[in-house]
């Protein structure tokens, strides 16, 4: 008898408080990845990373099928207004589903706070259907959970809270749903279309082929390699043009890529390869360890200033990518190279003479190890051009130091970087551009991709521009047609086509030709590139760079 008296008395409080509890295990839910990742030791943008990542798939994919989206849209408001009309005639919803929405809503009150974080540390203002569907999701629930909102009851505090969040949380919820209106029902004007022929249109006119080339890891760096690239072997991924036997070339170029720190993913750099490789070259991508925990020598203080660090991972990469590009002199450009590059290209040789070397992120950094490989080899001495975007720290190992003087008088170069990279702070790229100072002001460009939140989808120059996930309008006209006039500048010289050579030129120097972005469907022009002959020096955005001190 004891027993049950205690469990009616304690049964009250704990009703009071059971729904709360299942709204903070939804909430709970949503954000427990960041938070384990975070408590792990990753800093606050790399735990949220891979919620961005889902975030940023999901938001495609809603872009593709925005009929779906907004049919799924009114038939949630119909649902919860069905509801709605169900509790106006007495009706009382079933306890279970009661408690299903409930944790729905604090999963999706996380998600919404996941996306203002996002929104903070990756990418700025590019998600629109994403709070609008968050929105709704919650308008939706709420509804069917309380009804329509009323003035808060002043009865208790408990009703009087209760209400207050109610109809805080439908005004909150109408306020995320409003922007993406005029994108759903159609009306906000769209991006220009990608370019159908010329630079920055699909890939031409070869088709291409690749092959994975394991690379011996040194054995100083294979002991540095931390498990979470402990499974990974190594490679250059070759990607060659398939030439026709009726093709009059003698040799092609050829061009080195680098991935990003923690992204040694082909398949994230295909469209950026398939651009370089469809117009002639041979492309090598080149795949280096990030997670390295290199000795760090006793006393050594991290130094990372003027776009540069001292850090003894740069060492231990560059060994790594020495061995690579080892690789790629036997596989591609020696005498017994393999038999897929004899299929791909018959009697066509690889002609190292003429190079392109570019890179994302670390891997733009990492520009420069390739480069001093490459002078050191003897490469890139007929016609070089140097791409580098949203790049991050480069050595300042004085051994790591390309030398500059063989750099060929056919040089050019482009840093580009979007104005909303929330990863790479601009003052790296700045200082990048100083390092070429010695080569014509036109021919080292600093350059910036204007995010232009106008129409939908929204266009935002955020440090992913140049991998697959991230391929938009913005990527196709700010990226992707620059890659294509490099191309064909470095290729046509390799040929002596004089024409396309300075057709290609044009493209790539400070011009209208440059800068244009094209128009939205309204004819409002695209913000243009922003581009830099002497950043540091000429612009005043970027004075702080004289005192900026890096993330070491």
């Not at 629930?141 to 309380?146: D, H, R, V, Y």
């Not at 109408?174 to 759903?184: D, F, H, S, T």
């Not at 002991?223 to 190594?234: M, N, Y």
Request: net charge negative.
């Amino acid at each position: 008898m004891e027993g049950a008296i205690l469990d009616v008395t304690t049964s009250q409080p704990a009703r009071k408080w059971i729904e709360p509890l299942i709204i903070a295990s939804g909430f709970c839910a949503s954000v427990v990845q960041p938070i384990v990742l975070f408590s792990s030791g990753s800093n606050l943008s790399d735990a949220v990373w891979p919620h961005a990542y889902r975030a940023l798939q999901a938001t495609l994919l809603m872009r593709e099928n925005i009929g779906v989206v907004f049919f799924c849209t009114l038939l949630m408001l119909f649902a919860s207004l069905v509801t709605v009309q169900s509790r106006l005639k007495g009706e009382v919803m079933n306890k279970v589903v009661r408690r299903i929405l409930l944790f729905f809503l604090g999963l999706f009150t996380g998600f919404t706070v996941l996306y203002f974080m996002l929104d903070v540390f990756y990418l700025r203002g590019a998600f629109l259907l994403l709070p609008t569907v968050y929105g709704v999701i919650i308008i939706s629930t709420l509804l069917a959970i309380n009804g329509l909102p009323t003035l808060p009851n002043r009865e208790s505090r408990t009703s009087f809270v209760a209400g207050t969040l109610h109809l805080f949380g439908i005004f909150f919820a109408a306020w995320l749903v409003m922007p993406g209106i005029p994108a759903m029902i159609g009306i906000a004007p769209s991006p220009p279309d990608a370019p159908v022929i010329g630079y920055g249109a699909e890939p031409g006119p070869f088709d291409t082929t690749m092959t994975v080339h394991p690379y011996s890891m040194p054995d100083d760096v294979a002991k540095v390699i931390l498990a979470e690239e402990g499974d990974i072997e190594f490679s250059v991924y070759l990607t060659l043009p398939e030439l026709s036997s009726e093709l009059p070339l003698n040799s092609i170029p050829l061009a080195l890529l680098s991935h990003g720190w923690g992204y040694p993913v082909y398949e994230e750099y295909t469209d950026w390869i398939a651009h370089l490789t469809a117009r002639g070259m041979a492309v090598a991508f080149v795949q280096y360890p990030s997670h390295i925990d290199p000795p760090i020598p006793e006393g050594l203080k991290g130094i990372d200033v003027e776009g540069a660090s001292n850090y003894p991972h740069h060492e231990y990469r560059a060994k790594a990518i020495a061995a690579a590009l080892d690789t790629v002199e036997t596989v591609a450009l020696g005498e017994l190279r393999h038999s897929s590059v004899d299929q791909a290209l018959g009697n066509v040789t690889v002609d190292a003479s003429h190079l392109w070397i570019g890179g994302h992120s670390l891997g733009g950094a990492y520009a420069f190890t390739q480069l001093y490989e490459a002078m050191e080899r003897g490469w890139g001495n007929e016609t070089l051009f140097i791409d580098i975007e949203s790049g991050w720290t480069r050595p300042n190992q004085v051994s790591l130091q390309p030398n500059w003087s063989k750099m060929p008088e056919h040089t050019m170069v482009h840093i580009a970087r979007g104005v909303d990279d929330m990863t790479v702070d601009a003052c790296y790229s700045v200082y990048h551009q100083q390092v070429f100072s010695d080569l014509p002001n036109e021919h080292v460009l600093y350059i910036e991709l204007q995010s232009d939140l106008y129409g939908f989808p929204r266009l935002v120059g955020t440090h992913y521009l140049p991998t697959d996930s991230v391929h938009d309008r913005l990527a196709d006209f700010g990226v992707y047609r620059r890659i294509d006039a490099q191309a064909d500048w470095v290729v046509a010289r390799s040929r002596g086509d004089t024409i396309t050579e300075d057709w290609a030129y044009n493209h790539l120097i400070d011009s209208e030709t440059l800068r244009n972005m094209g128009k939205w469907s309204d004819g409002t022009d695209v913000l243009p590139l922003l581009v830099y002959q002497d950043a540091l020096y000429t612009e005043e955005k970027f004075a702080y760079c004289e005192t900026f001190q890096g993330y070491l």
